[in-house]
T-cell receptor
Framework: EDQVTQSPEALRLQEGESSSLNCSYT??????LFWYRQDPGKGPEFLFT???AGEEKEKERLKATLTKKESFLHITAPKPEDSATYLC????????????FGKGTHLIIQP | NAGVTQTPKFQVLKTGQSMTLQCAQD?????MYWYRQDPGMGLRLIYY???????DKGEVPNGYNVSRLNKREFSLRLESAAPSQTSVYFC???????????FGPGTRLTVT
């Protein structure tokens, strides 16, 4: 069974204080590892897809990396508008479609 | 280009009532999905449709039915609502079954 565990559950940072969010996973045949951002009262917004260990993707202050067991979302010099819940999800090699999601990390950036 | 749209945005039902949640996408995607999101549980897949005319159960299908009306539209029906179905429901679509998904804004459903 595919599993995704995100840590920490919540993280409070000062503006400009860089940090990383963790996504640990177990999967039979990884087809893709996805990061989403979700603002309160809204649907998840797609950020990145990673396919293989060693791959990295960047967008503004965010960088996602992937190993064979974990993915990290690095946030560099965050701003208050980066406050959101960040979700990690994966697509496994099984026959069923759909993504398996973690419970998310609630990130708060204080001015 | 509206992406994925859902109606209604909010709904309150009494136990035993029925309703249909509507979803449409304008990205010409093949696959569509229904998830529910509950506090502390994360997003869980209810049903999905890999193509027009096909539907399959996800992790939590009990109490729900779906219809893939055409390539654009995928509806979720609650035949007899229960308080345990109080949740936020999200529709999503993707090009293929293992690709990144794009989500709608959600329907917040309360069953009393």
């Amino acid at each position: 069974e595919d599993q995704v565990t995100q840590s920490p559950e919540a993280l409070r940072l000062q503006e400009g204080e860089s940090s990383s969010l963790n996504c640990s996973y177990t999967v039979s045949g990884l087809r893709g590892l996805f990061w989403y951002r979700q603002d309160p009262g809204k649907g998840p917004e797609f950020l990145f897809t990673l396919y293989s260990a060693g791959e990295e993707k960047e967008k503004e202050r965010l960088k996602a990396t992937l190993t064979k067991k974990e993915s990290f979302l690095h946030i560099t010099a965050p701003k208050p508008e980066d406050s959101a819940t960040y979700l990690c999800a994966l697509a496994g090699g099984g026959g069923a479609d759909g993504l398996t999601f973690g419970k998310g990390t609630h990130l708060i950036i204080q001015p | 280009n509206a992406g994925v749209t859902q109606t209604p945005k909010f709904q309150v039902l009494k136990t035993g009532q029925s309703m249909t949640l509507q979803c449409a996408q304008d990205m010409n995607h093949n696959s569509m999905y229904w998830y529910r999101q509950d506090p502390g549980m994360g997003l869980r897949l209810i049903y999905y449709s890999a193509s027009e005319g096909t539907t399959d159960k996800g992790e939590v299908p009990n109490g729900y039915n779906v219809s893939r009306l055409n390539k654009r539209e995928f509806s979720l029906r609650l035949e007899s609502a229960a308080p345990s179905q109080t949740s936020v429901y999200f529709c999503a679509s993707s090009e293929g079954g293992k690709d990144e998904q794009y989500f709608g804004p959600g329907t917040r459903l309360t069953v009393t």
